[in-house]
């Protein structure tokens, strides 16, 4: 499975960008979110989509700034960003599986879970 990512940018503080990633193949029982990584930072989970059933995991910091979603005859994930902070600068990557991955929640917030990862888009808020 490839995977394209869109949709970064600059953005003042305040603002909001959508996020797109493109699945070359439709991921059947298996999820898609969103990963990033600021600079000298580790990468963090932000968010992930269950690709039939379409719940959704967010990192704490984001759940009521951030929303993914899907659109499974496009293969395509979004995440929308508002109230965007200075804290959110960072590199975001979207990360597939088609595999199930086990609830609890935990797992889809971890990295290995995701088989295939796309290029990253730029996101720049400034203050």
């Known amino acids: 499975v490839q995977l394209q990512a869109s949709g970064g940018g600059l953005v003042q503080a305040g603002g909001s960008l959508r996020l797109s990633c493109v699945a070359s193949?439709?991921?059947?029982?298996?999820?898609m979110g969103w990963f990033r990584q600021a600079p000298g930072k580790e990468r963090e989970f932000v968010a992930t989509?269950?690709?039939?059933?379409?719940?959704?995991y967010y990192l704490d910091s984001v759940k009521d700034r951030f929303a993914i979603s899907r659109d499974t005859a496009k293969n395509t994930v979004y995440l929308q960003l508002n109230s965007l902070k200075a804290e959110d600068t960072a590199l975001y990557y979207c990360?597939?599986?088609?595999?199930?991955?086990?609830?609890?929640?935990?797992?889809?917030?971890?990295?290995?879970?995701?088989?295939?990862w796309g290029q990253g888009t730029l996101v720049t808020v400034s203050s």
């Open positions: 193949e439709t991921l059947g029982n298996g999820a």
């Open positions: 990360a597939a599986t088609r595999r199930r991955i086990a609830t609890p929640s935990y797992y889809y917030r971890q990295g290995s879970s995701y088989d295939y």
């Open positions: 989509i269950r690709w039939r059933e379409g719940t959704t």
